[in-house]
């Protein structure tokens, strides 16, 4: 889709197509799609069991990945479409199933203990990504999170080399920090206070007031919980086998963060992928932004879906962000269909060929689309 094809979008009818679409499925959202996320979460306990019962006999792959499966599927299915009110309109489910009782206060430590406070990832996530979407006010657009790395001295093999090693612990040099960092922003604005300007460095230093909100709110919970108090569990089995726990955790931990930026990363990214630099004006616009600013991998069955985290149809839940996971499968042909009728792209592949075409952005090799141009003076 080219920049002209854009501009030529009927976006009142492409709203009106949407807006049916809501109205004949998405309001079906009946207590079996909760019974869908019981069994999917259950996959991931189950995951979760067998990499710890095994975990103590020795430092294997197996253990380690299970852990992270369990893990990953905490955070990517469950908490994500949790916190997103995907099941708040369904009647008689529990309250920490709800957006107003998931992992809030101490429930965090029952049901999403991660190196992201909740709170601060629901906030940049759920309420600045999706309604700021490929914009410069968009904390997760990548080509402008990478554009230093764009315009470096670095060598372009370097690049890639600098990218696998930030993929490795991303969760926690750029999810952690930047979602708490964007939810005290927040919470200053609301309070009329000013934050201090303060630097990256800052940040990570457990000597100035950012750097000991990071480490008391994000870094020590989980590092002592993962890395800890598990392990520990695991003593009356000998200390060797602690230790093994230890070890496959670390492992683990490095799975899940390539794991999830192999999924997340490339959701919104690629040289065939639109990004802006204003607020949309209007429903239509707002939902032509959704479909040509994300994209879809492969999908339809449970156990593809489990894989990718069910972050495989990101263009039905960049358009119905509250939608519960068990309905993406029901929703994806009308969407394709819609997109059809409009000759709107409706971008699915491999999540392998769009991590290549991700990274070829990041290192700066390719550029993605800009339908609009800043006004100059």
Request: proline share 5%; hydrophobic share 40%; charged share 20%.
């Amino acid at each position: 889709m080219n920049i002209e094809q854009y501009h030529a979008v009927d976006r009142e009818q492409l709203a009106k197509d949407i807006d049916a679409i809501e109205r004949e499925i998405i309001d079906a959202t009946s207590f079996d799609d909760f019974k869908h996320l019981k069994k999917i979460e259950s996959w991931g306990r189950i995951c979760s069991a067998l990499g710890y019962g095994t975990a103590w006999i020795m430092p294997n792959p197996i253990s380690a990945y299970l852990i992270s499966q369990g893990n990953f599927t905490r955070w990517t299915t469950v908490a994500h479409h949790v916190m997103h009110r995907g099941y708040d309109k369904i009647e008689g489910i529990p309250k920490h199933y709800t957006s107003k009782g998931f992992a809030r206060g101490w429930r965090r430590y029952l049901d999403w203990i991660d190196w992201m406070h909740p709170e601060a990832w629901d906030k940049e996530h759920n309420d600045i990504h999706h309604y700021r979407l490929g914009e410069e006010a968009d904390p997760d657009q990548v080509e402008h999170n990478m554009a230093t790395l764009r315009a470096s001295n670095v060598p372009r093999w370097g690049r890639y080399i600098l990218l696998a090693i930030m993929a490795a612990n991303w969760k926690i040099f750029y999810y952690a920090p930047n979602t708490l960092m964007e939810y005290r922003a927040i919470q200053a604005k609301k309070a009329g206070k000013e934050i201090a300007p303060y630097t990256r460095a800052d940040v990570w230093n457990p000597m100035t007031i950012q750097g000991r909100d990071l480490w008391l709110s994000c870094l020590l919970p989980y590092s002592l919980i993962r890395f800890v108090a598990l392990p520990l569990v695991f003593l009356p089995l000998g200390a060797v086998a602690a230790t093994n726990v230890l070890i496959n955790s670390l492992i683990a931990e490095g799975i899940t963060n390539l794991h999830s930026f192999l999924v997340i990363g490339p959701n919104h990214t690629g040289e065939d992928v639109f990004m802006f630099d204003d607020r949309s004006n209007s429903k239509g616009e707002f939902y032509l932004r959704q479909i040509v600013g994300s994209v879809n991998y492969a999908s339809g069955t449970n156990v593809i879906d489990f894989l990718h985290g069910w972050l495989n149809y990101q263009v039905e839940h960049h358009l119905w962000p509250d939608m519960a996971a068990s309905q993406y499968q029901k929703v994806q042909p009308r969407v394709k269909a819609v997109c059809a009728k409009h000759g709107l792209p409706y971008i699915q592949e491999s999540v392998f060929v769009r991590l290549r075409k991700t990274l070829d952005v990041m290192v700066g090799k390719t550029s993605m689309i800009k339908p609009f141009q800043k006004a100059t003076a």
